[in-house]
């Protein structure tokens, strides 16, 4: 006796629905005598009659009936086993992730995005903000992750804050604030061991963001205060990197750039001597959160793109 076998249960179901050999066959493109083998072989494997022939057609007897929704659900749960197993071979990237913004993050994101498979199904939300919406966003916003920035001198107030709000944290980096400018300007050539070496230059600042604080705070108007009177703000982070290769006397206070970066727009950073500014950026999640594999390996090439620039 032959074992049943998954395309004898779609002919018969096909059989079934068309209420006629002939055109199940037409229908599947198959030879008439091959459906009613199917047929014989189905029925002699379990003893049972399955199909009334008439002049009409076939009609599906009671106890065929009763093996016809056998078969319709085993050829459903086949097809979502296909489905299934077709995507165990595919990985799913799927995160929320709210920085600073920093060009080393945003330079690493993109490369870890870019190192992925095509198999690789993705759905990530990268999203810059300040640091008191970071911490919102990953208690209240569903970012399963964040990195907050913050002067060195106001880790006691942050270290509170996190504990307060139940968020454990782990120090990514501790950087130097840094001038960033146009290689062939004239700030590059300077020593800046004052702020009047600046006086003449032109200042990039976000518009929604006062630079360069550690923590990003709103824009005052005491804040406008600490800078010369030459400003651009911009606020789309992608303009700011053509504005300093194009005007060469302007400069941004920054955390250290990738060096590839710097050479794509010609650009180079330099020490502020009268700055002595540190902060640290600091990865923030919900006390006990297991980070999922891409989210570990994502970090990892975050520190190695650190430990690069450093």
């Not at 009659?49 to 078969?71: H, N």
């Not at 800078?227 to 006397?249: A, M």
């Amino acid at each position: 006796m032959g074992k049943m076998n998954l395309t004898d249960l779609h002919y018969v179901v096909e059989i079934d629905k068309s209420g006629s050999i002939s055109k199940a066959a037409k229908e599947l493109y198959v030879a008439q005598p091959n459906l009613s083998k199917a047929i014989k072989h189905l029925e002699r494997e379990f003893g049972i009659s399955i199909f009334e022939r008439s002049s009409k057609g076939v009609k599906a007897t009671r106890e065929g009936q009763k093996f016809l929704e056998y078969a319709k659900r085993i050829i459903y749960e086949i097809e979502e086993m296909k489905r299934d197993c077709s995507d165990l071979g595919k990985e799913n990237l799927s995160f929320k992730i709210t920085v600073p913004r920093a060009s080393y993050i945003s330079s690493a994101f993109a490369e870890f995005i870019g190192m992925q498979s095509k198999e690789t199904a993705i759905k990530a939300e990268f999203q810059e903000n300040s640091s008191m919406h970071a911490i919102e966003n990953v208690l209240q916003n569903g970012y399963s992750m964040g990195i907050i920035r913050y002067l060195c001198e106001n880790e006691p107030y942050f270290q509170s804050l996190l504990d307060l709000k139940g968020l454990d944290a782990e120090l990514l980096a501790e950087l130097p604030y840094m001038i960033l400018t146009s290689a062939d300007g004239d700030l590059a050539k300077r020593e800046l061991k004052t702020r009047e070496e600046l006086e003449d230059g032109v200042e990039i600042l976000h518009g929604d963001w006062k630079l360069p604080t550690g923590e990003y705070t709103e824009l005052s108007e005491n804040g406008e205060s600490l800078h010369p009177h030459n400003k651009i703000y911009i606020f789309e982070r992608g303009s700011q990197f053509d504005i300093l290769r194009e005007v060469k006397n302007s400069y941004m206070w920054v955390s250290p750039v990738p060096e590839k970066l710097r050479k794509n727009y010609n650009l180079v950073q330099k020490h502020a001597g009268f700055s002595g500014q540190m902060i640290r950026d600091v990865l923030i999640y919900k006390k006990g959160y297991q980070k999922k594999l891409y989210e570990r390996e994502f970090i990892e090439h975050l520190k190695e793109t650190i430990r690069e620039m450093m």
